[in-house]
């Protein structure tokens, strides 16, 4: 990624239009926190049932850097983020994490440009190893500061290290559409399809005579609107629908989830950032048997609510305090879900 990055860079400066017109800026932000987290294994119990005591403490690291380069009709985005957590007792649950997007667009017209996007997600450590790889092209039209569209077409690939049978590789296509209101208000609304591709067969519904099965296939849809706020607080509503229709026996799920974010300065120049989520799952089959439960990040997959109070105590360093409950029950077999994550952290800026 590092070289793919230092490559654009120098193509662009040599098409750009000239160091005159060019203009580069980043940054870049690293955080480090203690935490309990009462739910270190991210056990699922049943709901008449208690476990035992699965709480740990956890250092955490994070790195995040982030550049663009505008020249006079192209323009390079790009973004990295890294780190990883390590349990006191529930090594087990180690992980690092790597996170890289890259993105170069070129303006055809006034109101008309195209580009080319790509990101990766690399995840190393516990039951949740994997690896995950987008590229697509796009064009995106823009009449004035106020609208503008963009549709997209990719491709998707994804490696799952415990179970090569979860490995797809898919096909996306996908538009977004951002309308400013107001100079406050703004509103979104976003969908993408894709088709996945699995190397195993499909599996048969346990009621159904056996017969030779066709190769797993997936068709995915998601749909999102949102809301955003941008005043004395920064506020964003959002919905989003996800649906996945699946020729394998328990492996075809819908979600509706509903979240927001919430920004606000306080006194002493404290700021706090809060975020909630509510989500209903419902499973055609009445059974779900995919992985994907425990590889989404938590804050996807459960309800939700968290806080953060962040205050600066010198020009590079901040100073916060955060909190963090995950829930959710899956009815159908009594099993339910709590982690509660709380702790201090110090980020440093240059």
């Known amino acids: 990624m590092k070289r793919l990055l230092v490559a654009l860079l120098v193509w662009l400066g040599m098409h750009g239009g000239g160091a005159g017109a060019a203009d580069m800026d980043g940054r870049l932000r690293v955080t480090g926190r203690l935490l309990r987290d009462g739910n270190a294994p991210r056990d699922f119990t049943l709901s008449t049932g208690g476990r035992g005591d699965t709480s740990d403490w956890v250092l955490g690291l994070l790195a995040s850097a982030e550049g663009r380069y505008t020249a006079e009709r192209w323009q390079l985005v790009g973004r990295y983020d890294g780190g990883g957590r390590a349990y ?67 491709a998707h690939r994804f490696f799952f290290r415990p179970d090569a049978t979860v490995n797809f590789g898919a096909l996306e296509a996908g538009a977004l559409l951002r309308y400013r209101l107001a100079r406050r208000h703004a509103l979104s609304v976003s969908g993408e399809y894709g088709t996945r591709r699995y190397p195993g067969a499909a599996r048969l519904a346990p009621d159904v005579p056996p017969r030779p099965m066709p190769r797993r296939s997936d068709g995915a849809l998601l749909a999102q609107a949102g809301y955003t706020y941008k005043g004395p607080l920064a506020l964003t509503l959002a919905y989003t629908y996800l649906e996945t229709r699946s020729n394998s026996f328990g492996e075809s799920m819908q979600r509706h989830r509903l979240g927001a974010t919430v920004g606000v300065h306080l006194p002493w120049r404290m700021m706090l950032l809060g975020q909630g989520a509510l989500g209903l799952n419902l499973y055609p089959d009445r059974i779900y048997l995919s992985p994907e439960i425990i590889l989404l990040d938590d804050d996807e997959a459960q309800n939700m609510l968290s806080a953060r109070l962040v205050r600066p105590v010198s020009e590079h360093l901040d100073v916060e305090l955060s909190y963090a409950a995950y829930g959710t029950r899956l009815p159908q077999n009594g099993l339910s879900y709590f982690r509660q994550v709380g702790g201090l952290g110090l980020t440093w800026r240059p």
């Not at 990101?119 to 987008?134: E, F, M, N, P, T």
């Open 88 to 154: 006191l007792d529930f090594s087990q649950e180690n992980t690092w994490v790597q996170a890289a997007a890259v993105e170069g667009s070129h303006a055809l017209g006034a109101s008309l440009g195209a580009g080319l996007e790509g990101r990766v997600k690399d995840r190393r450590g516990g039951a949740r190893a994997y690896s995950d790889l987008a590229g697509s092209a796009f064009v995106e039209y823009a009449p004035d500061a106020r609208l503008a569209l963009r549709l997209r077409l990719g």
